[in-house]
C-alpha cells in the first residue's frame, strides 16, 4: 500500500520524531511504500490566502498554489498523521493543511444537502498523538477536539466506507516516564505492522 505519512512537529529530536520514524520504518519493513510528507521540515505555508479562498470552490483553479501536495494526497492508498495536540487540537500547520489540501474537488465535493466523498482510493486513515493533558481531562472535559475532527469528520466522511481506522493516543505526556514513553512506541509499532496491504 502507498502510505501518505503527515509529521507536523518542529523538532527532529523530539518524541513525535520517535514516533514519526517507528511507523515510518515499520511500514517500509512490511512492504508498504511510503511518502512522507514532513510539513515543518518542507516549509508548508499554513495561510488560506485571500486569492485561495475566494477560488475554494472553483475545483479548476483552487488546487494550484498546493498542485505538489494535491498530488501526494490523491496518489496515497492511506494516510497516517503524526503530531503532538496543543491546547487540545492539532499545530496549526497541521490545520492549514487540511484547509488548503483537502479541497472541494480533490477530498469532496458539494451536493444539495451534504459533501459527497472523494478520497475513496484512501483505505486506511491513522493518527498517533501525543496530549499534555491527562486522557479524563482531553476526553471527558474536552470532548477530545481532534480526534472528533479527524475520526468523524474526515475518516467518516471523506475516504473509503470501508477504509481501516485507527487513532493511537499517549496522553498525559507531560507526565510520561521513559518505561510509557516506550511502550507507547512499541503500542504504535505493533497497530501499524497490522496494517493490510
Not at 518542529?10 to 517500509?28: C, G, H, M, N, Q
Request: charged share 25%; aromatic share 12%.
Amino acid at each position: 500500500m502507498r502510505i501518505l505519512v503527515v509529521f507536523a512537529h518542529p523538532l527532529d529530536d523530539s518524541y513525535a520524531a520517535a514516533l514519526r520514524d517507528s511507523i515510518v520504518e515499520t511500514l517500509k519493513a512490511n512492504g508498504h511504500t511510503v511518502d512522507l510528507c514532513e510539513l515543518y521540515k518542507e516549509g508548508f505555508d499554513p495561510i488560506l490566502s485571500a486569492h485561495e479562498r475566494r477560488t475554494y470552490r472553483d475545483t479548476s483553479a483552487n488546487f494550484k498554489a498546493v498542485s505538489d501536495q494535491v498530488q501526494r494526497l490523491r496518489q496515497a492508498e492511506g494516510a497516517i498523521f503524526v503530531f503532538p495536540s496543543w491546547w487540545y487540537g492539532m499545530p496549526a500547520i497541521l490545520k492549514g493543511y487540511f484547509d488548503r489540501v483537502w479541497l472541494p474537488g480533490v477530498a469532496f465535493e458539494f451536493g444539495p444537502q451534504a459533501i459527497r466523498p472523494l478520497l475513496s482510493s484512501i483505505r486506511l486513515f491513522g493518527v498517533v498523538t501525543t496530549t499534555g493533558a491527562p486522557e479524563w481531562f482531553t476526553r471527558i472535559y474536552m470532548g477530545n477536539p481532534s480526534r472528533k475532527v479527524l475520526m468523524r469528520g474526515l475518516a467518516r466522511l471523506l475516504v473509503a466506507p470501508r477504509a481501516e481506522r485507527f487513532w493511537l493516543a499517549l496522553y498525559g505526556m507531560e507526565n510520561a516516564n521513559l518505561e510509557k514513553r516506550s511502550s507507547f512506541i512499541e503500542q504504535v509499532k505493533s497497530r501499524v505492522s497490522r496494517i493490510r496491504a
